[in-house]
């Protein structure tokens, strides 16, 4: 499991420095988690201001 960037994202980048793993990184259009990396801690959900990160 991990954390999931959905199409609200507006490729702020206010996440990115939230995740303690650096698992999230620029893609295109917006940004996105690498499932492999993410372990899930939740800590970027708060800093969306769209509300597009949550748990898959
Ligand atoms: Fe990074 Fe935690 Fe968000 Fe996963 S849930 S992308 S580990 S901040």
Redesign the pocket.
Known sequence: M??KISDECVSCGA?QA???????KEGEGKFV??AD?????????GACPTGA?Q?E
């Open positions: 991990a954390h996440c939230t995740c303690p793993v650096e698992a999230i988690v690498d990396v993410c372990v899930d801690c939740g800590a970027c959900e990160i748990a």
